[in-house]
């Protein structure tokens, strides 16, 4: 079965501090990673889409990090700020469908002044 | 920002009734979806279109249909709401299949209640 696994499922760290979020994937055949930032009662916000070859890619203080061989991906926030607190989402792209994304539930994320 | 415009943003409606939520795209994307988002669920797919008039379902399509006779615009409808349907619903519009590496871009949500 396919399926995207985050954790922790929540995180509260204070303001200026780096945090690191998990994804681990059970997707078969992989076509990419992505990962959003959905702010509460906002839409979902892409951050990255690295495909099996990438192993990083950043996006100002976001840096996604993929191991397509253990099949698992990071999102590093580094200094966070207050605006960081959202959900955060991982997401596979199947290599055979043109519309099929497997879903993570997220790790809601909090920062502390 | 992507050029997505949902709408209504917020309704609530009577069991039983028809609801049409309109999604409205500047971006002359190809492909539109929409998605409905429930706690303790990820986000979860009703239905896409990969071009005017083409559409199909997701994994969550009964009880929605879906149109699209222009490529600026994808209409949900609800024929017959039920409590079930009360969630947020998402459109999303991404220029090509998200297999080949396509950004996909959401909507700013429209919420249902369904009473």
């Known amino acids: 079965k396919n399926q995207v696994e985050q954790s922790p499922q929540s995180l509260i760290i204070l303001e200026g501090k780096n945090c690191t979020l998990q994804?681990?994937?059970?997707?078969?055949?992989?076509?990419?990673l992505r990962w959003y930032k959905q702010d509460t009662g906002r839409g979902p916000v892409s951050l990255t889409i690295?495909?099996?070859s990438e192993n990083t890619k950043s996006n100002g203080r976001y840096t996604a990090t993929l191991d397509a061989d253990t099949k698992q991906s990071s999102l590093h926030i580094t200094a966070s700020q207050l605006s960081d607190s959202a959900s955060y989402i991982c997401?596979?792209?199947?290599?055979?469908?043109?519309?099929?994304?497997?879903w993570g539930a997220g790790t809601k994320l909090i920062i502390k002044p | 920002d992507a050029g997505i415009t949902q709408s209504p943003r917020h309704k609530v409606t009577e069991t039983g009734t028809p609801v049409t939520l309109r999604c409205h795209q500047t971006?002359?994307?190809?492909?539109m979806y929409w998605y409905r988002q429930d706690p303790g669920h990820g986000l979860r797919l009703i239905h896409y279109?990969?071009?005017?008039?083409?559409?199909d379902k997701g994994e969550v399509s009964d009880g929605y249909s879906v149109s699209r006779s222009k490529t600026e615009d994808f209409l949900l409808t609800l024929e017959s709401a039920t409590s079930s349907q009360t969630s947020v619903y998402f459109c999303?519009?991404?220029?090509?299949?998200?297999?080949?590496?396509?950004?996909?871009?959401f909507g700013e949500g429209s919420w249902l209640t369904v009473v």
């Open positions: 999303a519009i991404s220029p090509g299949a998200p297999s080949s590496g396509n950004t996909i871009y």
């Open positions: 971006e002359n994307h190809r492909y």
């Open positions: 279109s990969y071009g005017v008039k083409d559409t």
């Open positions: 994804c681990n994937y059970t997707v078969s055949p992989f076509s990419n």
């Open positions: 690295m495909t099996f």
């Open positions: 997401v596979v792209s199947l290599m055979d469908s043109n519309y099929q994304l497997i």
